[in-house]
Each structure stands twice: as C-alpha cells, then as structure tokens.
C-alpha cells in the first residue's frame, strides 16, 4: 500500500491529510486559517506564518501515521498572489483572494481593454479578487516589493516552491488571474504588455498531475515527508474536489460549498468554450482540453457562520453565556419559515457573485418585520444561498445546452442536511454528498498517486472515488412554494443595484 500526503490551503482551514492509494483517510490535521487586517480594514495572511503552519501540520500528521510518503500534492485557494525574489525570498504579505482593495486597478483593466475583450480573452469579469489588479496594487503601493519580485506565486504555486524551489502553477490557477488566454492555453502577452507587466514575473504552467521534483533531505526534516517523495503538481481546490465527487462528466455540476461556494460545470474533453460573458467565468480544468463553466457565491457558508454568530449570540456586547451548538440550532431550523413569510436574504456580503459580479454589491435582508424572529431569519439565509445557487445552475446548463441531473455537493456545508434539502428542492435536483468529507484534501491525494504512476489519468480515479455519493431528493411539497418566491427573488439584485453603489462608495470615502 503507498501513502499520499495532500496539503490544503484553504479561506477557513490549514490542512494536512494523508490518504492511502485506494483513496482512504489515514490521519488529517489541521489549524483555522490565520486572516489578519490592516490598519485599513484589508485581509491579509502573512507568507512566512502560512509556511511555518503547512511545516508544522506535515510533521504532526505524517508522525501519527508512521508510513513513508509516495508523493505530495498541493490543493490551494486561487487568486491571491506573493512575490518571490530570485534568491528565494518571500516578498510582503499575501492579499486575500476576496479583498477588493485593487479595484481601482480593475478599473484600469477595463478602461484600457473593455469589459469585452478580456472577457474574450481570459474568461473573467472585471474584478479586483483576480491576481493581475492585486499585483498592479502592489507596484503602486508597494513598490519596493514589486521591483525586487522575480516570481509571483498563487497560494498552491508558493507552497510547491517551499518544497521543491520551483516556480509552477497549473492550468486552474493561471485561469484566475485575470492574464491567462483560455482559448491558447497561454499567459496573455497582449495583456501583460498593456499593462507592463512582464510575463517572465509568471511561473511556467504545468498540467495537474505533473511531477515537478523530489522531497530533499532539509525540507524532509522539517515536514516529516519522507525524503525523495515525488512533489506533483495539484490545483485550484474546487477542481480537486471535482474528483472526489465525480462531477466530471458533464451531466453534473460540482457544488464546492465552504466558507464561498462555487458551482463548476465541466466539459468534455476538447470542447469549444464560449468566449461571450452571459454571466459566467470560463476557465480551464485541471486537464487543459477541458474548461470549467464557473460560478460562485463569494461568501456563502460565511453567510450563515455571521447569522449564527449575530442572532444567537450576546458575546459581541461582552455578555458571556453557554454556546450553542450547529445542531442545536439547526435542529430547530427545519420546520421553520423564511421566504413564506416573506422574508428574501441575499448573500452579497463579500460583494455579488455569478451571475452579477459586483464587488460593491451588499447583502440584505428584504421584506424584514418586527414579527419575525431569529428562526425566520436563519431559516431564510439557507433559502437565500439556495435561490442564488439555483440562479448559477439555471444559467450554466444554459451555457452548456444541457440539463444536469444532480448537483455533487462537497466541503464543510455538505454536512448541513437542512441547507442542501432546501437546495435540493429550489434547484429541483438531486443532490449528492460526496462520500469523503474532506474531498479536496483526497482530490489533491489523488493527483500525486496519479502522478506517482498508480492511476492513469483523473477519470480512472474519479470513478472509484464518486460510487459512494449518497443521494437527497427534493421536498415535493416545497418545490412549487420556492418556485413561485424565485420568481420574485430574482428581481431583487437589480432593485437595489444603485443603491448598494452608494454604500459602497460611502464607505470607501470614510475608510480613507
């Protein structure tokens, strides 16, 4: 039997996980991801802290199993870049993929492009979460960093550096940037040189699966991966949790649901993708001859950890009391009512997702009454996420020109019976549960026994992996209720459109 270390950098967890070659978990450890802000109010994570956690967690985890390392990939949060120099030194802290300090740079994107045509180019909208506006931030508010950079690196990209001093990323990352060319399957030099950003400052694209370099004696020291241990490259962690859930045939949409959630429709091999925006992001999988229809709620499972933080807690005015349990409220949760009652959330906390993307874009409560409760509004956060995610469903099997049969849900929000029976019944689809709980932690594991020569390619693993899934149906009572209320839920975003603006704007100018 061989063993597989997967390292996840992920928004809410710090992970390491060992699997066996069938897929299995042997031992995971983990630590909340360390968020910091500035004196501004920016997120951030400081490189050298993430680093010395990823160490520490290796060490833990490949100690308690005992069994030599095969090979180790890397599953990571996308967006966020660091600046390493030539020597080898990390540069400055890490921007967080969801801060939007770079939208004025975003804006410049679009002025100097159009919305359009980096649309046809790259996939993306115009938003200031993508790579290219945060390095653009940096040579405009931290220069000294930006000239002393030689690389930058995407969160998984800096990890494999750590481990092997290589420069790589992988086709999932470079389609977050804002600089890649989907179609060529190449960095944009037509963007880069607009920019004067000099494509040499981007790392070398490797397919996932890729091995990259051996575990050395030093790095063996510090992480307890065994020495020699193949480093493969892994991927953007909705995609590695794709594998898991087997979402890969193109009559289902993976539904990655954490802290945000995106909803990832996956082609066919050598599929032509649509390079017009209707509302989604087009990037490429962790094959390059497949693309990924993308859409996203920016803080999803966010969401409801605030309600359940806001309306059940009295901490925030420094009023101590016993903690309530997930279950304890959830429990009490599912014979209520939200939406019923007239009661619509709309989860824009982070900004708006698919199909708006709208950074300045909020989230509210519509329809709120002094007769409703904590239950009604907890109840209608679930039902809120749900509407927004059957709006992403309906627009990318638009897109595709098919109709999915199930929605594959993976992450932490799978656990949340309640929340996906709702969906289940908005979307009216089935929704499958991925066996694995820590599915792109196993994704990851997968592509370094892939790359290790135990698999052939993602779909010979996928199959094994996703004939566990466990299935929920749809609430038929339910399902001609949330009908009727989507009808109305959709009209709301643009109902108070020029009206988040103006807070948004407001904001900004007090922030200073």
Known sequence: MKYY?????GTTN???AIYDQTGKLIDIERTATKTHLDKSGYSYYDPIEMWGSIEKLCKEVTSKVGQPISAVSVTSIAEAVVGVSKDGKVLGDIIAWFDTRSIKEAEELRA???TEKLYSITGLDVNPIFSLPKIMWIRKHWPDVYERAYKWLQMGDYMLFCLTGECVTDYTFASRTLAFDVSKNEWSKEILDGVNVDMEMLPKICQSGTVIGTINAEISQKTGI?????VVVGGNDHPCASIAAGAIKGDKILDSSGTAESYIYISNKNAVPNMKFEGQRTCRYLQKDRYALWGGIICSARSFDWAYEILTSSECFGIKQDKYSYSDILSQLENEKG?????LFYPHMRGAGAPYWNP??????VGLRDTHTAKNMMRSVLEGLSMQGRMIVDMEEKLAGVKVKSLCVVGGSSHNKIWQTIKASVTQKDIELCFEAEATSQGAAMLAAIGDGVYKDIEEVSNILASKNIILHPDEKLVPIYNEIYEVYKDGYEAMKDFNTQLYNIQEKFRG
């Open 5 to 9: 270390l997967a390292i996840d950098v």
């Open 360 to 365: 300045k874009a909020s989230g509210s409560f």
């Open 112 to 114: 100097k492009f159009g």
């Open 14 to 16: 710090w992970k390491a």
């Open 226 to 230: 065994t020495e020699g241990a193949k």
């Open 339 to 343: 939406a019923e009652k007239g009661l």
